[in-house]
C-alpha cells in the first residue's frame, strides 16, 4: 500500500490492517494498545502516539496527524501492538510515505 501526504495537513490519516507477517492472518487488537512510532528528523527524536482502533476484530486501526507532524520529503513509521498480557509485537517492515511540501 503506498501512502502520500502534504507537509503541515492535519486531516491525513494513516490508516493500518494488523497481519501476521508469517501466514498474512488478521491480527485481532481487540484490547490491545497500538503505537505509530517515527523519527521527528528536524529534532531527531522519537514522537509516539496512540493509534484509534477502528475495527479491533479486523486489525484496523489509524492515527490522524496533528500540526507539524507531517514533515517533507519521506517518512518512516513503526507499529507497535501491546496486547492485553503486555506481549509486544511491532511490524518487521517500516511504513515508507511520501511527503510533499505544502504550496506556499
Not at 491480527?27 to 529534532?43: C, M, Q, S
Not at 486489525?59 to 496533528?66: E, P, R, T, V, W
Not at 517533507?72 to 518487521?92: C, N
Request: glycine share 6%.
Amino acid at each position: 500500500m503506498s501512502y502520500k501526504f502534504v507537509s503541515g495537513d492535519t486531516g491525513s490519516t494513516l490508516r493500518v490492517t494488523c497481519l501476521n507477517d508469517d501466514d498474512s492472518a488478521i491480527i485481532n487488537i481487540t484490547g490491545a494498545t497500538v503505537v505509530l512510532r517515527w523519527l521527528n528528523p528536524t529534532t531527531n527524536a522519537y514522537i509516539e502516539k496512540t493509534m484509534t482502533l477502528i475495527t479491533p476484530l479486523s486489525g484496523i486501526a489509524d492515527y490522524q496527524f496533528l500540526a507539524g507532524e507531517l514533515i517533507a520529503p519521506s517518512m518512516a513509521f513503526e507499529v507497535r501492538i501491546t496486547d492485553g498480557s503486555g506481549k509486544i509485537i511491532r511490524s518487521l517492515n517500516p511504513i515508507n510515505v511520501d511527503v510533499r511540501t505544502a504550496f506556499a
